[in-house]
Structure formats: C-alpha cells, structure tokens
C-alpha cells in the first residue's frame, strides 16, 4: 500500500511522483509501457505555448510558473542523474500572428518585451529542452527519490467504494493507496469520471542532420517551426491530425514538413532526414488543461490534457496537483 498511485509515467506522471516524492509520499507510478516513450518522448520541448495568447489563463500561469523554474530544475535533474537535458535559451523567432490583436493584447497583460527581428519577425526569448534526455534524467532522479516505477503494466480501471478510490486494478495485479493520480496523457479518457474530454491529437515530426550553428533559435510560422539542437540535428514539426490512437506517418507529411524547413533555411535542402515519428498530445474538448481533485471521487486527482505544451507547463502542474493532493 502506497500514500499514492500516479498513473501514466510521461513528463506529467514523472514530474507529479518527483514533486509527491519531494513533499514526503511514499508514491508507486504505473506505466502500461514504458515511462516517458509517448508523447513526451515524441515532443519538440518547446518551454512556451506556440501562440500564448491563443489559451486560457490556467495555461499562461502554469507556463509563466514553469519557465522560471525550468533551468533551475534541469540543472538539479542533470547533478542528480548525470544526463544533460539540454536547457537552451535559444529564443524564438515568430514569423506571423504577432501582429494580431489578441497577440498585442496579450503581451500588454503580461508585460512581455519582444525585440523585432531584422527582417520583421518578432525574437521572443523562448528557452527549448532536449526532451528525451529530460525525461532520462527525471526517472533517474525519481528512483533516486524513492519512487517505486512499475512498467509494462496497463491500469485497467480504478477500485472505488462510495466516494472514495481504494487503488487500481492492473493487467498484472491490484495496487492499493491512500490517494490516486491519472496523468495518463491521450490515453486518460477510460480513467477519468468527465467523459468526453481527453482525445489524442497526432503529431508528426521529423529530424534533419545539418551543421552545429545552422540556425541559432526556434523559427515558428503558421504552426509549425524548426528548433535547432546542441549537436547540430534540427527538428520539424508537425502536423494536427485527430485520427484516434493510429500512429502511422507517410510520406506526404514528411516531405512537406522538409519543405517548410528549407522554405525558411534553404541550406536545409539537402540535409538528411535521420527519423521521422508521431505522438499523441492530450488534447481535451474544452481546450483546458485540468490540474484538478476529481468531482465524484474524494481522493482522485487528474492532471492532464496539457495538449501541445505538457512539456512547457509540468514542472507547475506537478506543484499544483501536489498542493491538492497535500491538502
Ligand atoms: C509532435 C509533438 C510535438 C510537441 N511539442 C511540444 C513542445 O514543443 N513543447 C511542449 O510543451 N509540448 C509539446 N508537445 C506536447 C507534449 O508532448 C504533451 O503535452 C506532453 O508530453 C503530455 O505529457 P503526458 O505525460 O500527459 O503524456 P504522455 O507523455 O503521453 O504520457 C502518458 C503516459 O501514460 C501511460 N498510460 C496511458 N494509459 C495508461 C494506463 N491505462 N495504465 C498505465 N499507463 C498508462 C502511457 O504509456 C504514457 O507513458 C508536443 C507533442 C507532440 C506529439
């Protein structure tokens, strides 16, 4: 018996067992793969929503809160597991919408300075991780705190009596605690008590092999954008698809994911595509993001739904939904 269940072992799951860990909970997370090999593999790690003005408030403060602890937390993460995650502050340089007026309107709230680029872009001072090893280095350090991590083991529906969750029944067993916590990405719909909220949003991407320096900051246009890597390797990405839980990727996608990339870099012709994948961003039909205690059940705590920016707002979510939790 656990102090708490974190269901799902993405960046969401990983960070909310860090931050339970932290606070004093003896935590057990249950991942039905392997943690981390989802979605928050899958990302770009960008640390800010694309066009910021385009969410609600709870975003914009997860995503302020997180920034300023960000490179902090990925310098401890690197002490503690000896794997870099990569913090950049490689700025981002935006290419449209920031002319609109939801976009001015936003920057005034928020006080945000911009500089304007030679060429009339906007350069906001947007920082990137290298997701993969972010997520190498927290479950490093999560064990390392005491977090039990059970993998290969899919949650297939929660104990309940009355009002109150028991624990969670698995393909392998039933684990018991005190209080539970679906971070279960795309794939949280069958645990929660909302129904019809969480859906999968496919992303493809692709990564380029090119020069160290190619490009020295993230170009964003239209939705999509390329970020520049420490060793030189540059990313593209990616598409909106709702098409269920399908990973396939074509071929269509990926040459024109290659175009938009030499579109804006043209010594981008000719560089080799090394990989090309897809991910499930938690998208939810309201839009929002829920760092939430569950309305049936009095010890069921959700965090999810972060759709394109989990990677950008996890640090803050795990904090809140631990404050929940703890109160
Ligand atoms: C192409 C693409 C680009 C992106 N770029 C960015 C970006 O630049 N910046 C940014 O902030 N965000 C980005 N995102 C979004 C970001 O990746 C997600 O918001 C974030 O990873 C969600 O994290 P998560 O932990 O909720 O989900 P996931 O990483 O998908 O983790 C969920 C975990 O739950 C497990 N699980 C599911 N169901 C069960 C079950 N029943 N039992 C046990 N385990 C279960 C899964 O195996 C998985 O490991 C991008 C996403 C994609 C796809």
Redesign the pocket.
Known sequence: MSDCIV???????MMSARMLAISGAEVTL????E?????????????SPLYPWQYDDLTNDLSFESQAIYEALCDDLHHSSGVDPQYQKSGLLMMDEFESSEAKAWMKRYHIGYDRHVDGALFTHVASVR?PRLLQALKADIIQKGVKIVEH????NLITKEDRVLGVH?SKSDFLADKVIT??????E??LTLKDEIFPM????IVLKAQVGEIPHVILNQGRYIIPRADGKILI??TMEEVGFNRDIDDQTKQSLHEFAWQHVPALKNAEIEYHW?????ASRSGKVIVAKDESYQNLFIN?G?????????PASANKITKLVNE
Do not use: Y
């Open positions: 269901i799902g072992g993405g960046i969401i799951g249950i991942d039905q793969r943690c981390g090999k989802e979605s928050s593999w899958a990302g770009g790690g960008i640390i997701n083991t899919q949650v297939e698995t971070c279960a990405g795309a794939w949280s069958q645990l496919k992303g493809q991407m990405g990616s897809s991910g499930f961003r938690p999810t972060h759709f394109r920016n989990g990677l950008n707002m996890a």
